[in-house]
């Protein structure tokens, strides 16, 4: 039994694609935008491993003050402000919407937990008209331990007043499902591109392609 979905929002909510036209706009090619979000994930991963915190903005501008640099571009406010501003500007995935409606209607209360500012995210959810259904917006600036570290979803669930076990996540990053599942949380693989799921990490509680065919197998 779930009484609670927790969503990761970078990829399984929000997608990235239209910031690879930032990166080039930024003199920098294209697939820079992969290189940078794993290598801003990395070092956010890092200091948590090291018992330390940074915010998700401040990892992401020396992760990306290094790249210009190295592609011999002067790394200036206005230049890595063009390109960060844009995760402000994504947009949800089309069976976002439609799947979280569905799953609010069969009774599950749902909420987020992001590696990143809460606040990024605030006119995604208005536009795409899903704000009245999160019960609660979170990040990890108050437990500061990035995701995948237990203290992440623990604080999720004592926001929530829930067990643990009560709880799901539901997210692309099979980091983010072993994390999830080595706290006492059940996890749902959002599969969105038919990627084998790593045989090293504990394996997801269900695997589906999208919000709308998870709302199938609740509604079930």
Not at 9 to 15: A, I, K, L, Q, W
Not at 104 to 125: H, K, P, V
Request: charged letters at 25%; glycine letters at 8%.
């Amino acid at each position: 039994m779930i009484d609670v979905l927790v969503l990761d929002v970078n990829e399984t909510m929000s997608d990235l694609e239209p910031m690879r036209d930032r990166f080039v706009a930024a003199g920098l090619a294209r697939h820079s935008l992969d290189t940078w979000f794993a290598a801003t994930l990395r070092d956010g991963f890092a200091l948590t491993a090291a018992g330390a915190y940074a915010d998700f903005r401040t990892v992401a501008t020396d992760v990306l003050t290094a790249q210009l640099a190295t592609a011999g571009i002067e790394p200036t406010e206005d230049t890595i402000g063009g390109v960060l501003s844009g995760m402000t500007q994504l947009s949800l995935h089309p069976d976002v919407e439609p799947g979280l409606r569905r799953l609010r209607d069969a009774g599950l209360r749902i909420i987020t937990l992001t590696n990143g500012s809460a606040a990024m995210s605030e006119r995604m959810f208005t536009d795409g008209g899903i704000m009245p259904l999160l019960e609660h917006r979170l990040d990890v600036a108050v437990p500061q331990r990035w995701k995948p570290h237990p203290a992440a979803y623990r604080y999720a669930a004592e926001i929530c007043d829930v067990p643990v076990e009560r709880m799901a996540l539901v997210a692309v990053h099979p980091w983010d499902i072993d994390g999830a599942r080595r706290a006492g949380l059940q996890a749902v693989y959002l599969d969105r591109r038919g990627t084998p799921y790593p045989k090293g990490f504990l394996p997801p509680t269900r695997v589906v392609e999208d919000f709308e065919a998870l709302a199938d197998t609740v509604q079930k």
